[in-house]
Nanobody, 124 residues
Framework: VQLQASGGGLVQAGGSLRLSCAAS??????????VGWFRQAPGKEREFVAT????????YGTDVVKGRFTISRDGAKNTVYLQMNSLKPEDTAVYYC????????????????WGQGTLVTVSS
């Protein structure tokens, strides 16, 4: 089972990026998992950003990103997206995607599979 996060880069404040999380693995039923995005800034703990249920019917996000970030999934492509608009310098971090079958979606301990992370840098 592999999760591949991509789409990070350098962007100016106010700009946009779209992150992708693609799953692979013959026995991995990606669409049976909730998928979340977390981020970790230098010197800080990893924090929850947003998650989407296995069906895509419900999404959750922190207040910090509500109204700016949107999470979505494409079941046919086994991919989850994080559209990030109105980016701020404080959004700079390594962004990780992760998959969970159950548990508290805000808790990293609920996620069994993790991608390698993609760096987002927002300049002021």
């Amino acid at each position: 089972v592999q999760l591949q996060a991509s789409g990070g880069g350098l962007v100016q404040a106010g700009g946009s990026l779209r992150l992708s999380c693609a799953a692979s693995g013959r026995t991995f039923t990606f669409n049976a998992y909730a998928v979340g995005w977390f981020r970790q800034a230098p010197g800080k703990e990893r924090e929850f950003v947003a998650t989407i249920t296995y069906s895509g019917a419900r999404t959750y996000g922190t207040d910090v990103v509500k109204g700016r970030f949107t999470i979505s999934r494409d079941g046919a492509k086994n991919t989850v997206y994080l559209q990030m608009n109105s980016l701020k310098p404080e959004d700079t971090a390594v962004y990780y995607c992760a998959a969970s079958r159950s548990g508290n979606v805000y808790d990293t301990e609920s996620y069994a599979y993790w991608g390698q992370g993609t760096l987002v840098t927002v300049s002021s």
